[in-house]
């Protein structure tokens, strides 16, 4: 535990100046906006000592390693990931309507929706500029492997708009959506270090399919803690995911596999009038009963377990691998 | 003029199979929103005769054509610049809130912002995607160009944005905010080709040149057909950027160098209720008397010959030379 939060303390240690260097390129009023959206200052531009954990720079600084290379050869992959991840957390929660992330108001909430338009498009544009200044082998098959996990990662969004109008919406589509939504960055982020150091494609794969794995098994325990979550893990009321009527993925495991449970969750969710607290919990008893909750976890257990299995095939230093797996064990169980 | 048109028509026709590759590797609900966009189908996918002028893919092949390659070395900058362009107008349309383009509805018009948004954000991600799948000697070079000029675009369109909220804006950060907004695509789509085919850094730099020179002329006539232009020519009724009291070059020239009428202008735009017609008739008489209209119309000239100096003192062949200047003259002068 303790050595995970000194590993995240020093990741976002490493990359405070490249992550610097790199926003000074942007105009100053993005630039500023971009420090309040990632929690470094106020909205009057003083400092501030927030922001988020970064994990993704955390990884990618680990897959450098993992390819036998120096932390700082994936630097500049460090850096390009925050950004596109900054920049899908500024359009998200404008598309959203979310007014509160980490505990602060959200960029469109204070600024405006052009604000955080225009900054999550410079913070996209930005990244892939940060690679490709590099001059390194892997500089432009980096770039390459960004690029597609971008395009992934906007089609998860894209299915998850569109999940938001549809009632028929099966298991495999909604786990695909996830793959898309959350597995496509975490795995990029867990390669582009490797990729950066010029390390052979086994290596490569094995890296990437574990982000995947950690990426779904992240997003199957963030759908059971939007439902039976305390506030004080989420930052959001208990059941909060089921008062939105989310058909995240224990939700959708309960309707597809939970028969007539299944059926009574899939009227609830249709009924157009808000529920009130106590049907609320009582559809949250349905997905349980249907077999939900149990099966996001047990399969969240499956992927993490099946991640850990590619990092033990590949060839990949001791050190590096317990680092990530630790990392991502604590992704996964958010032990903050 | 016949010429051009040809011109423009087979650089359409040139570029159409590329970028409907390109295009398939959108999700399907992307893909078919851009097509919409495009111009390309209407509404329900059924294909439309319509799509833009695409100036840019045209001059994206006629700078490979410059460097003294084929036409179809530029392809991949010609798909991308379009796309990087149409990502823009996707955005622009949001948050400018224009509920109308080649008067067709906008897509954040008939479905909703988030998908202007992703769309928008696909077709960005997509444009770096198609060049760095090009193995050529100037693939990652092109790649750089393009993230460079999106930034600029970007910075442009940041800058813009804030100029509605003041009332001090000076004439060079005007022209600085139209090189961002305007020129700095257009620049990258003169110079993409030449990039593509590995040529010397003078001919790059004389083609970015004449391409920032040709943005700014366009933009400045296109100011001065926004107050006095004839619907016909330009979709929307006389003196409609007057009556949004935009402040544009002319009107900032007007402002900032038209004295007591310049000052009487500036009273004018800072009113707050709207404008009547017989008032808004008044203060284009005034940008006119300030020397606004003159002086755009002269500062659009001189750009022309200086962007047309740096072809001639360039190695480029002189048949794409001469088309290169062609096209110019038409999107300013859009005499189509």
Redesign the interface.
């Known amino acids: 535990m303790t050595a995970v939060l000194d590993s995240l303390a020093q990741g976002r240690q490493a990359i405070m100046p490249a992550m610097r260097a790199a926003l000074e390129?942007?105009?100053p009023?993005?630039r500023s906006i971009a420090y309040y959206h990632l929690g470094w200052t106020d909205l009057d531009g003083n400092p501030t000592d927030g922001g988020g954990k970064a994990v993704r720079p955390a990884l990618a600084l680990l897959s450098a390693e993992a390819a036998g290379a120096e932390p700082s050869v994936g630097l500049p992959g460090a850096v390009a990931v925050e950004l596109v991840h900054n920049?899908s957390l500024l359009?998200d929660d404008?598309?959203d309507g979310d007014t509160e992330r980490r505990h602060r108001p959200t960029v469109w909430a204070v600024r405006g929706?052009?604000?955080a338009?225009?900054t999550?498009?410079?913070m996209?544009?930005?990244a892939?500029?940060v690679l490709?200044?590099g001059d390194g082998p892997g500089a432009?098959a980096a770039?390459?492997l960004l690029?597609?996990a971008?395009?992934e990662l906007?089609?998860g969004?894209?299915?998850d708009?569109?999940f938001e109008q549809r009632n028929d919406v099966g298991l495999d589509e909604c786990l695909d959506m996830a793959a898309g939504k959350t597995g496509a960055l975490l795995s990029a982020s867990t390669a582009i270090g490797a990729v950066l150091a010029g390390a052979p494609q086994p290596v490569v794969d094995a890296l990437a399919g574990f982000g995947a794995d950690l990426g779904l098994a992240f997003q199957l325990v963030d759908d059971v803690l939007g439902i039976w979550g305390e506030a004080a893990v989420t930052g959001k009321p208990v059941f909060s995911d089921l008062r939105a009527r989310k058909k995240s993925l224990p939700v959708t495991y309960a309707i597809t596999h939970g028969g007539a449970l299944g059926r009574e969750l899939a009227e609830w969710l249709a009924r157009p009038e808000a529920p009130g607290e106590e049907s609320v919990r009582h559809a949250a008893g349905l997905v349980e009963q249907a077999g939900g909750r149990k099966w996001a976890l047990d399969e969240a257990y499956r992927r993490m377990a099946a991640g850990r299995q590619k990092l033990e095939d590949a060839r990949i230093p001791d050190r590096a691998r317990e680092e990530l797996l630790s990392l991502a064990q604590f992704i996964v169980t958010r032990e903050a």
Chains 1, 2 share one sequence.
């Open positions: 390129r942007l105009d009023t993005s920049f359009h404008l598309m929706a052009a604000s338009i225009l999550g498009d410079a996209l544009s930005l892939q500029e490709l200044d432009v770039a390459r690029a597609d971008t395009n906007i089609r969004q894209v299915l708009v569109a």
